[in-house]
């Protein structure tokens, strides 16, 4: 993918050129720069080890203080999808906070694999945390199993120890 001409991405201050970008785990079609904040746009996205968040267009505020990545925000808009493993997230927008590792995303989609087996959830926000697989959903929650569906206030998961809590639930449980 091409991130700019002649392989660097020019704005305000120093210029980052493609390795750079890539480096901070940023790809996208085109891109600018303006003081500390990189705008990604086309196909972006930003990969930290198993975990990706891709949109249409990404923009992230740079703190060179932070590691791994040197950003303090990213703010994803268009076609969002956040990955992490095998549980894919897909959104209208999201925001991702570096300081605390939390992902609030509105207009949520989700699949989810758990040893359980696989699962289906809808909301109007999810707030995780993608190190700690912890997830809270509110708003119009769904959520679709084989054996079953849920609709809820608001569900609380924990992807690591496959728990669920569930505020104010109206259950329909499929019987074979």
């Known amino acids: 993918m091409l991130l700019a001409l002649a392989g660097t991405c020019f704005g ?15 790809t996208a079609d085109k891109c ?8 990604a746009e086309g196909d972006a996205k930003v990969t930290l080890g ?4 891709r949109a249409d267009k990404l923009v ?14 990213i703010t994803a808009s268009g076609n969002v999808e956040v990955t992490h493993e ?8 999201a925001k991702y906070d570096a300081r605390t590792g ?22 109007d926000k999810v707030s995780g ?7 809270t959903a509110t708003g119009n929650v769904k959520v679709v199993h084989p054996q079953g569906e849920a609709e ?12 669920m809590e569930v505020t104010k639930p109206k259950i329909r449980l499929m019987l074979k």
């Open 129 to 135: 945390n993608i190190l700690f697989q912890d997830i």
């Open 60 to 73: 992230a505020k740079r703190n060179h203080e932070l590691k791994p990545l040197p950003f303090e925000t």
């Open 102 to 123: 939390i992902i609030d995303a509105s207009g949520v989609t989700a699949k989810l694999t758990l040893k359980k087996g696989e699962f289906n959830l809808s909301a």
């Open 152 to 163: 809820a206030e608001k569900v609380h998961l924990n992807l690591l120890t496959e728990s």
């Open 12 to 26: 305000q201050g120093k210029p980052f050129d493609l390795k750079e970008l890539k480096d901070l785990g940023i």
């Open 86 to 93: 095998k549980h894919v997230v897909k959104a209208k927008e």
């Open 32 to 39: 600018s720069v303006a003081g500390d904040t990189i705008t």
């Open 50 to 53: 198993k975990s990706m968040l």
